[in-house]
Nanobody, 126 residues
């Protein structure tokens, strides 16, 4: 069993920055691709970013390109999401997820991931 815990959320003004962390336990992170998703009240969960096992491939939703940066440290079993120039539209609960899939990996789909964290709240005020 792989367990994921998000942290780093909070309240920030528009234009500010936050860094989210996703810490893994139970197993090493190196065998998993990791994605970040977010969900605002009353809305569907949406893809934010993903990083492959080696970190060689990185993906971003169009809405966050140029503002967010995903990275991973397999020694620390942690994946990060650096969020800059935050906007009120970024307000949501942010979740990290892990996938052991190798072939036909659709990184932007919720059902491609096997493990999910509890989420961390990000609120951006105008």
């Amino acid at each position: 069993q792989l367990q994921l815990v998000e942290s780093g959320g909070g309240l920030v003004q528009a234009g500010g920055s936050l860094r989210l962390s996703c810490a893994a336990s139970g197993r090493t992170f190196s065998s998993y691709a990791v994605g970040w998703f977010r969900q605002a009240p009353g809305k569907e969960r949406e893809f934010v970013s993903a990083i492959t096992l080696s970190g060689g491939s990185i993906y971003y939703a169009d809405s966050v390109k140029g503002r967010f940066t995903i990275s991973r440290d397999n020694v620390k079993n942690t994946v990060y999401l650096q969020m800059n120039t935050l906007e009120p539209e970024d307000t949501a609960v942010y979740y990290c997820a892990a996938s052991s899939r190798v072939y036909s990996f659709r990184y932007y789909r919720n059902n491609e991931y096997d493990y999910w964290g509890q989420g961390t709240q990000v609120t951006v005020s105008s």
